[in-house]
């Protein structure tokens, strides 16, 4: 019987994660599965106000992490008052994802860690449910798929209106919309997609703004700001630069874009057939971005190499069409014109191809759930072009098959956002 590592021991041991090649469950035989209830276990990395939706899903929680004492505290106590009496908290990630008895950790974290803490997950064989938007960057994305792929790990992002739920404004599954398009009840394309403001609101644009006059605060005793930062770079504290509102500043998140971009884009790339493929031309309409606080925005444009559209639209008319073919739209509500039976004629018509939708599933058959790490990739991709277009503030071309804008060394420097080298999700890459 070998005795529990010491604290010491174990960040000792992870800490060296970037050069020691960690065996993953899969090839000791469990393939995921616990023995003997085969009850899937997670772990569940920040404590902010989102982890609250990740408490809730299945799975025997064993452990909770936050570099916020506060706030790990507080959702300790309520594991503990739903019954999760087992559950430990940690206030380094490296602890939680080195324990052998965890199958699943959820990121719930700022998007400037999802990166890093999945990368470092899929080599300690986990599978991982992270928190949208996947990633602050496209190079990012590109280093978390091939650490899911190489480490042959189940990923899950969690955004999920591609498969079930109403699709906010079009109050209707995706699939109703799906079939539309696929049909070609409205022509053969090219299509526009308008996300305006009948069908977003203002995109939370002013909640989500950061600020410009910041002042220097000293750092609450019981929050590990430096490990906060992480990968990003070192800047003074100041309240508003964490928790509820860090979405505000580019180098954490992307504003209201970031917020809730994937949860609208995700499902009209699906719908209009980009899973595998990016736009190659952004237009934006913006005032002049701050280099740190990210400002509201007017309009993004962004056009498929077919001429297919998406229109983020903070300004347009509640009436605008939100689809829009050859042979007519569609409008908030699902309603249409040209098509005034919209309802009765997708009735019959065959849906998408089954998807997994239950991720406890993907990880007991090590197949791909719905939104993995390869299309979720891809509606990421979207917001990540659109913010160095807002950054810019300029037309920018892009080339989808290499993933690099086209004859622009400025917008290709945004690919990848330098990290802290502490914190370089690139050295766990090998």
Known sequence: MSLP??????LGRIAAIASVSIVPS??????????????????????????????????KLL?????????LANRMNGAKNKGEADVKGYGDFRELIARDDIDIVHVATPPHWHAYISIAAAKAGKDIWCEKPMSRTVGEGLDMIKAVQDEERMFRLNTWFRFKDNYYGLHRPTTDVWKVVHHKLLG??????????????NW?????????????QPIPEELDYDTWLGPAPNKPYNAHRVHQSFRGYWDY????????????????????????????????DTQKQDDDAVLPWRRIEMTYKDGTKIILDAEGSPRDPIITGPKGSITRG????????????????????????????????????????????????LINLAKVGLRLDRPLNFDSDKLQFIDDAEANTYINQTNREKWDHKTLLG
């Open 63 to 71: 452990a909770l992490c936050d570099v916020d004492s506060k706030h």
């Open 253 to 284: 998140d992307g504003g209201g874009l970031g917020d809730m971009g994937q949860h609208y884009l995700d499902p009209c790339q699906f719908v209009l057939g980009k899973d595998k493929e990016s736009p190659v031309h952004i237009e934006v």
């Open 334 to 381: 699902f309603r249409s014109v040209e098509i005034p039976d919209l309802d009765a004629k997708i009735k019959d018509l065959a849906g998408p191809p089954p998807m997994i939708t239950d991720f406890h599933q993907s990880v007991r058959e090590r197949k791909k759930f719905a939104l993995n790490e390869d299309n979720g990739f891809r509606s990421c991709t």
């Open 204 to 216: 939370k644009l002013e909640q989500w703004a950061g600020r410009t006059d910041l002042q220097v």
């Open 5 to 10: 590592l010491t604290r010491r021991q174990a």
């Open 26 to 59: 899969r090839v000791l035989g469990l393939n995921g599965q616990t023995a003997p209830s085969n009850q899937l276990t997670k772990g569940i990395i920040g404590c902010g106000g989102i982890s609250g939706n990740h408490l809730a899903m299945p799975g």
């Open 188 to 201: 053969d394309g090219p299509y526009t997609f308008n996300l305006g403001k009948g069908f977003v609101g």
